[in-house]
Structures are given as C-alpha cells and as structure tokens.
C-alpha cells in the first residue's frame, strides 16, 4: 500500500465557516492504453563494458533506471536513446523489453532486440487503474472554495511500478488550479489484483477531469448541505473560481 498525504490542519475550520458543503464520489474503471505500434528495444554492447539502448519507451531515464536495478549494475553502465513512440498515452513506460534485450545482449556479447506486438503487448503489460475519488468541498454564496477534502483509491496492481510517483502527483493535482486556504488530500494505492499495473498519466487527467467537476454540482443546490449536515436548497451560488 503507497499512502500519499497532502494535509492541512485547518480544513475541518475551513468547513464550519463554509455556508455550503458539496460532496461527491466519483469512480473510474481500468483503461487499456491500446497503442497500436510496436512496443521494441535493440540492445547491443559498446565500449567500456557498456550497452547502448534503442527502444521506444516514452520515459527514456525511467526506463533507464529500472533496468539497472533489474539488472543490478550502475546507471551508467546504459546509454538509452530514443526514437518514435508513436502512440503511448502513459502504457510505454512500463520497462518491458529493454531489460530482455539487454539481458541478451550480455549472454551472448551480440546486438539483441526484443519486440511485442500489439496483441501481446496487450496481454503481458498493466491496464490503466479502477479509481475511486470522494470530494468535499466548502463554498461560499460567492462563489470562493474555503475548504477541500479529498480521499483517492488507485487499485495499483500487485507490482506498484510507478505507483508512488503517481500518488504524489495526485496529492498535488487535487487542490487544482484555485486558491483554497484548507486543504487535505490522501491518495492511497495498493491493490491484490496480478494484471492491473501502476495508475500514472491516465489517471492525473480522470482526476483533474472530477475536480474540475465539483463547480458543476456547486451549481445545483439540491446536492448542498451544511457544515451540521442539513441539505440546503437555495438559489444556486455563484460559479466558483
């Protein structure tokens, strides 16, 4: 389980000054990135014991740094270069052919390369996460958000990848692009499941997608209730900034 935490110890305050409180759940499933190119890696030795690195990944130094922790030799034993990656979306960051070709290359001290096809490639890499997110927030008949609490679950997958990396950008995004002086934010992964995978790009942009819902509903008085829980039914706020 990777717990990541964005906390403010003011928020509960936030909300009793509020004169309405919006809360919602929102909920995503898991995303197959379907690129349709081929997803390869050429590995083969260079000079001083190193090996240069032809592959398609989308994060060259990611993918850079994982195979020399799978592989168990410093990161400057690679020189990764890049070519077209061609479509991505977030499910060519997973190191999977480099370290085999790498491996290979090793073995037998002669150019390898490792490919997979889009079926394969299908089958053998994560999906995208199962996300669920709670909002809450404290809005003012102006129009200003006060306060903000936010609680997210990533169904991570068995292997947490990047996972953590994730998690810290999804404490970040979820205050958003507004000016909230109370915020509290937990992103939580962890999952049991074999073949889900980490929750990186796709989810960042769900996740905005939600938090950028909430002024929608703020909209509609009949989703308000106040900070002692009784609903409110007025004329709608102001849109809020």
């Known amino acids: 389980m990777i717990i990541r935490n964005c906390v403010s110890a003011t928020v509960e305050r936030g909300f009793a000054s509020a004169d309405h409180v919006l809360e919602q ?23 001083n014991g190193r090996y240069v690195v032809y592959t398609s990944t989308q994060a ?44 290979g290359a090793m073995l037998t001290g002669v150019p390898c390369a490792t490919s997979s096809a889009a079926r394969r490639r299908c089958n053998m890499v ?50 958003g692009p507004y000016t909230i002086p109370n915020v509290t934010a937990i992103s939580i992964a962890s999952s049991s499941q074999p073949h889900t995978g980490h929750c990186d790009a796709w989810l960042r942009r769900h996740r905005d997608g939600f938090r950028d819902r909430m002024p929608d509903g703020q909209a509609r008085p009949s989703r308000w209730h106040g900070p002692d829980g009784v609903p409110h039914r007025q004329t709608p706020i102001a849109t809020a900034t």
């Open 25 to 47: 759940r929102y909920q995503m499933s898991p995303i197959e990135h379907a690129p349709t190119e081929t997803n390869g890696s050429i590995a083969a030795p260079d000079t």
């Open 60 to 103: 060259l130094f990611f993918s850079l740094d994982t195979c020399a922790k799978i592989l168990d030799v410093p990161s400057n034993t690679f020189h990764f270069i890049g070519g077209t990656v061609g479509g991505g979306f977030g499910g060519k960051v997973d190191t999977l052919t480099e370290p085999l070709a790498i491996l």
């Open 126 to 175: 994560r999906r995208a996460a199962a996300e669920r997110i709670y909002l809450k927030d404290g809005v003012m008949r102006d129009g200003r958000i006060v306060a903000r609490k936010v609680r997210a679950y990533f169904d991570s997958g068995s292997y947490t990848r990047l996972s953590s990396y994730a998690a810290v950008k999804c404490a970040a995004h979820l205050p």
